[in-house]
């Protein structure tokens, strides 16, 4: 299984970007699949993610701006990214909760490669 990401670039300050992610290879179900960003020299943060159910979590910095959906039958999960901060420039990883390959399998938790955000001022 990987996690396969899209979408990242360079935005102007206001402007906004969409990322784009797949769990590719042998998927049945994913708890929750979101977001993570990571700046340099901090650690990697929460930004927003959505549980099968349909339960969205924001940080508290990107809520009204971003908006997290998924669809669960093709395992991808998507980041829309409005009114854009310098501050959200970043490394966004996509990430899954609770990855099932086969409906009586092991779950496990996956990462994306990463993707680069940046936001001039």
């Known amino acids: 299984v990987q996690l396969v990401e899209s979408g990242g670039g360079l935005v102007n300050s206001g402007g906004s970007l969409r990322l784009s992610c797949t769990a590719s290879?042998?998927?049945?179900?994913?708890?929750?699949m979101g977001w993570y960003r990571q700046a340099p020299g901090k650690q990697r943060d929460m930004v927003a993610t959505?549980?099968?159910?349909?339960?969205?979590t924001y940080a508290d910095v990107v809520k009204g701006r971003f908006t997290v959906s998924r669809d669960n039958a093709k395992h991808t999960v998507d980041l829309q990214m409005n009114s854009l901060k310098p501050e959200d420039t970043a490394v966004y990883y996509c990430?899954?909760?609770?990855?099932?390959?086969?409906?009586?399998?092991?779950?496990?938790?996956?990462w994306g490669q990463g993707t680069q955000v940046t936001v001039s001022s």
């Open positions: 290879g042998s998927v049945f179900s994913v708890y929750a």
């Open positions: 959505l549980t099968l159910g349909g339960t969205a």
């Open positions: 990430y899954a909760e609770g990855l099932l390959e086969k409906p009586q399998g092991w779950e496990e938790d996956y």
